[in-house]
Nanobody, 116 residues
Framework: QVQLVESGGGLVQAGGSLRLSCAAS????????MGWYRQAPGKQRELVAR???????NYADSVKGRFTISRDNTKNTVYLQMNSLKPEDTAVYYC??????????WGKGTLVTVSS
């Protein structure tokens, strides 16, 4: 099994920054994709950003240029640096780890609230 523990959420004013972290433990293979998704009230969960174990990244259009995803493979940890935050970024942010088609694990989520 895989366990994911997120940290770093909180309340921030518009224009501010936050850094989310997600530490993975358990049966983790070296080749995987880690990412961040978010779900705002009344909306579906959506991809924010993801990064492969080789470092390839992709981002939602809404966060390009503001958010940066990175990972430390030695610590099995993925980060999301969020800058220039907007009220519409308010959501519960979930960490995700995928290993091929066999593993699709989720963290419990961390709340990010951006005040205007």
């Amino acid at each position: 099994q895989v366990q994911l523990v997120e940290s770093g959420g909180g309340l921030v004013q518009a224009g501010g920054s936050l850094r989310l972290s997600c530490a993975a433990s358990g049966s983790i293979f070296s080749i995987n994709v880690m990412g961040w998704y978010r779900q705002a009230p009344g909306k579906q969960r959506e991809l924010v950003a993801r990064i492969s174990s080789g470092g390839s990244t992709n981002y939602a259009d809404s966060v390009k240029g503001r958010f940066t995803i990175s990972r430390d493979n030695t610590k099995n940890t993925v980060y999301l640096q969020m800058n220039s935050l907007k009220p519409e970024d308010t959501a519960v942010y979930y960490c995700n780890l995928q290993i091929g088609s066999t593993v699709n694990a989720w963290g419990k989520g961390t709340l990010v609230t951006v005040s205007s």
